[in-house]
């Protein structure tokens, strides 16, 4: 089973950046995909970006070109580097991984833009 714990989360004026983490752990972790998803208030869930082991990243067209995602391997950690803010991004961001044991979710952390 894996263990996802995001952080970085925080509020911030518009145009301004945020850079969220996503540690992984477990025994035996083996994630093939990790996905980047937020849910902003009466809204369905939904997949900003993802990243699939040693592929191209792929990202929601309403952030392209403001988000990044990124794996560093060494230490099991995705991150989502959010430039450009806009008051629309606030919501909470949950990052997810695929693999041999299945789906976890990590517990999401709050983005908050607002002037």
């Known amino acids: 089973q894996v263990q996802l714990v995001e952080s970085g989360g925080g509020l911030v004026q518009p145009g301004g950046s945020l850079r969220l983490s996503c540690a992984a752990s477990g025994r035996n972790v083996t994630i093939n995909i990790v996905g980047w998803f937020r849910q902003a208030p009466g809204k369905e869930r939904e997949q900003v970006a993802r990243i699939i082991n040693n592929g191209s990243p792929v990202y929601a067209d309403s952030v392209k070109g403001r988000f990044t995602i990124s794996r560093d391997a060494a230490r099991n950690t995705w991150s989502l580097q959010m430039n450009d803010l806009k008051p629309e991004d606030t919501a909470v961001y949950y990052c997810?991984?695929?693999?041999?044991?299945?789906?976890?979710w990590g517990q999401g952390t709050q983005v908050t833009v607002t002037s």
């Open positions: 997810a991984s695929f693999g041999i044991g299945g789906t976890s």
